[in-house]
């Protein structure tokens, strides 16, 4: 009979151990041991799908947003077998009878569990006698969760290690300063973010767990990964090597594909260049206190430095790095002071004039909302006192540079070719409503749009056929009784699903854009029919023209 207590380890405890420090992370020196889990968890069943079928689909939904209690109560009602087993250790912390894990010494051996004794409700390790002190339930170290992703051969199962979440270990103590975060919302979107083709070499910074370079793995033939944490990389190393044959790593040749570095920001790459960069930087923004180090600061979400400038400092510096025509693919979060212009007038001189930025907004906080957030995050509200002076601080610190909000959102970067006709992209939209994921495609379309445009003036655009693209749709809006709209709206159902407003003129010329006019037929055409000077209407459309292709809305013929 599995025990159904949840546990809560004393290693999350701050004082309680070196500060990064990888010696309690997995350990990854046995490939063969590695493998051989690997092939235990499949068999068990212990997989998406797995989990999925045995709790269900609404408590397999409900763990990603950190509620256990469905998960536990759907396994009460269902056999205690190996895949039970799995997912009350792994997923939910809670003890397990050791008879009732599978392969119990392998993974005692890779440190994923641990052997606790079996005590009275009342009892203590230090009272209980040597007969009760005999090693009968088994906690889990680490989380351990199925992940579906593509591997060489297509879509794959592996397992993702990181360290027990807050709602795990319970929300009575802040996280250790160097957790190693789980697979998450953001880790989720970076990976549906980054475009997908092969490509030569990639840089995963701030690799964490791994994730990112997992996903790299399926089209990249060499992947650098670098973190501050040698923890972080301690997890990594295991993750990659437990999923050795699902991302095509031959035994014995992790390095041949993956080169591990430890190292702050780009430094370990210097002089180094890559076709793409992925990152999930620390970008949290943290206030600063004379004298601390890294023992002070949650590794995996605060880079030590003031305010939004480890963001500043990667899109400043990224072109040093990207090879050209690379794209790099990141998350950031940026202050915006009184006094700018708009939410991004600061990030449009971080670039260098060789680097595209586009960077989407995905939702803004203010001061007040942003240090809610964080410090719930790592559960540092827990203690009234220390919560309150950590509010305050976050608040002065904003005070201090007259931040007025925090604008959240993705960035894509692209290192334009020598010679590239026209000025560097800078495109910032605020998009709050639900996206079409995975973007990674679109993102890609988007370089391609710009780079395209920039090899052709007027003259040759409104020579090439341009066809509307299969997700547009127009809206036509008008009060009751009008007999022509007063609005008129093409709504992309893919992608970035913007929404773009049109003039009569501009509807006319997409609405006859399928692939057989060139644009200066079309302008011909409209011009007679609405008996306009055919140059001024053409110049109208011009940048119209250019944006709708820019955005996605229209495309070559030959895309």
Not at 73 to 96: M, N, Y
Not at 115 to 130: C, F, G, I, K, N
Not at 474 to 487: A, L
Request: net charge negative; glycine share 8%.
């Amino acid at each position: 009979m599995t025990s159904h207590a949840r546990h809560a380890s004393s290693a999350s405890t701050p004082d309680d151990f070196t500060f990064d420090d990888p010696s309690d992370a997995p350990d990854s020196t046995d490939e063969a041991l590695l493998r051989a889990l690997a092939v235990t968890f499949a068999g068990a069943g212990f997989t998406v799908d797995g989990v999925e079928s045995r709790l269900g689909a609404e408590a397999a939904d409900a763990l990603h947003r950190d509620l256990l209690e469905p998960a536990s109560f759907a396994l009460s009602r269902e056999p205690d077998d190996a895949l039970s087993a799995l997912i009350r250790l792994f997923v939910l912390a809670e003890t397990v009878e050791a008879g009732d894990v599978p392969a119990l010494d392998e993974l005692l051996a890779a440190r994923l569990v641990a052997r606790v004794p079996r005590l009275s409700p009342t009892e203590s390790a230090q009272e209980a006698s040597a007969e009760e002190l005999v090693d009968e339930l088994v906690v889990a170290l680490v989380d351990v969760r199925p992940y579906a992703s593509e591997g060489v051969n297509g879509s794959v199962e592996m397992w993702v290690a990181s360290d027990l979440g807050g709602v795990q270990l319970g929300r009575d103590q802040p996280l250790r300063r160097d957790h190693v975060v789980g697979i998450g919302p953001a880790t989720t979107l970076l990976a549906q973010l980054t475009p997908r083709e092969p490509v030569a070499r990639a840089l995963d910074l701030g690799v964490g767990m791994g994730v990112q370079t997992m996903h790299l793995l399926a089209h990249t033939r060499h992947v650098v990964a670098t973190d501050i944490s040698e923890r972080a990389l301690a997890f990594a190393k295991f993750n990659l090597l437990l999923n050795a044959e699902a991302l095509g790593i031959a035994a014995g040749g992790l390095e041949d594909r993956v080169s591990l570095r430890l190292g702050n920001m780009l430094e370990p790459v210097a002089g180094e260049h890559f076709d793409l960069f992925v990152s999930n930087p620390p970008f949290v923004i943290t206030p600063r206190r004379e004298g601390e180090g890294g023992s002070d600061q949650y590794t995996y979400r605060d880079g030590g430095k003031p305010g939004d400038s480890i963001v500043e400092g990667l899109v400043r510096d990224l072109g040093t790095v990207l090879a050209p025509g690379g794209v790099a693919c990141m998350l950031g979060n940026w202050e915006v002071r009184e006094g700018d212009a708009n939410w991004h007038s600061r990030l449009e001189t971080w670039p260098a004039n060789d680097v595209d930025l586009w960077v989407v907004q995905r939702e803004d906080a203010t001061p007040v909302e942003y240090a809610d957030m964080w410090l719930k995050d790592a559960a540092e509200n827990a203690e009234l006192s220390s919560w309150q002076h950590a509010f305050r601080r976050y608040l002065q610190d904003f005070a201090s540079r007259d931040v007025e909000r925090i604008g959240m959102g993705m960035f894509f970067l692209r290192r334009t070719h020598e010679g590239a006709v026209g000025g560097p992209l800078r495109r910032f939209e605020h998009l709050t409503h639900a996206l079409g994921h995975p973007l990674a495609a679109h993102i890609r379309d988007g370089f391609e749009a710009i780079t395209w445009l920039r090899g052709v003036d007027d003259d040759e655009l409104f020579d090439e056929p341009l066809v509307v693209a299969a997700d547009v749709t127009e809206e036509r809006h008008s009060r009751p009784g009008d007999e022509d709209p007063s609005i008129i709206m093409l709504r992309q159902g893919a992608g970035f699903r913007r929404t773009m407003s049109m003039s009569t003129e501009l509807t006319g010329f997409v609405s006859v854009c399928d692939g057989e006019l060139v644009g200066s037929q079309i302008v011909t055409a409209i011009a007679s029919l609405v008996d306009v000077e055919e140059e001024a209407l053409r110049a109208s459309l011009v940048p119209d023209v250019r944006e709708l292709v820019a955005l996605g809305f229209l495309e070559p013929r030959w895309r």
